[in-house]
């Protein structure tokens, strides 16, 4: 029986490393891939990633059990990239808003439109589907940063509204709001690539 999340960060404030690394090699794909769309820079997004292990293990004491481990993950991992990225601003060193050079929401983009009816199989069908992959990947680009955080959590990360305003810090109903208008403006995004309503 696998044991949860809750059960093994208990463990590793106890100075049960093994508990620690099944945590990691759960966690580890998704909150690098999480870091990396916001800092969209490989070598900081690794820095941050460690940061973020770094303090679980040296906070474990520190978790809440009311809260899942997972959220209490994502808000380490999200306030660090926040911190990251308010430097980057007063250092005016590049856009925030900057497209990423080789890591962008690329495959990504096919878990947002996998609701889409497919008609056919057929090469014509796949084609289309593709080209709104593609459409949709430059158009999430273009979302505001909290815009793509939300729709990242929730969508992406497939968490809760309740995990997504705890790590967010931030009411439930504004995450809702939140995610409304962020898919409202993506859908106006992709509209205007497309040229035709979807």
Aim: glycine share 2%.
């Amino acid at each position: 029986m696998t044991e949860s999340d809750e059960v093994l960060i208990s463990r590793c404030w106890r100075g049960d490393e093994r508990s620690f690394d099944i945590l990691f090699e759960r966690y580890r794909a998704r909150i690098y891939t999480f870091v990396l769309r916001f800092v969209k820079d490989h070598k900081i997004a690794e820095d941050i990633f460690q940061e973020t292990f770094i303090r679980v293990f040296r906070k474990a004491r520190h978790f809440r059990h009311q809260a899942k481990f997972s959220t209490w993950l994502y808000t380490i991992a999200a306030n660090l990239c926040r911190d990251e990225l308010k430097r980057r601003k007063r250092r005016r060193c590049f856009s925030l808003d900057a497209p990423a050079a080789d890591e962008k929401w690329e495959g990504q983009a096919s878990s947002l439109i996998q609701a889409i009816p497919d008609a056919s199989d057929g090469p014509r069908a796949q084609a289309q589907k593709r080209e709104l992959s593609r459409v949709l990947t430059l158009a999430l680009e273009e979302l505001p940063r909290d815009a793509r955080l939300v729709i990242e959590l929730h969508v992406m990360q497939g968490l809760r509204y309740r995990e997504v305003a705890e790590i967010l810090q931030c009411p439930i109903g504004t995450v809702q709001s939140r995610m409304h208008n962020a898919v409202q403006l993506l859908r106006k995004k992709v509209e205007r690539r497309l040229r035709k309503p979807i």
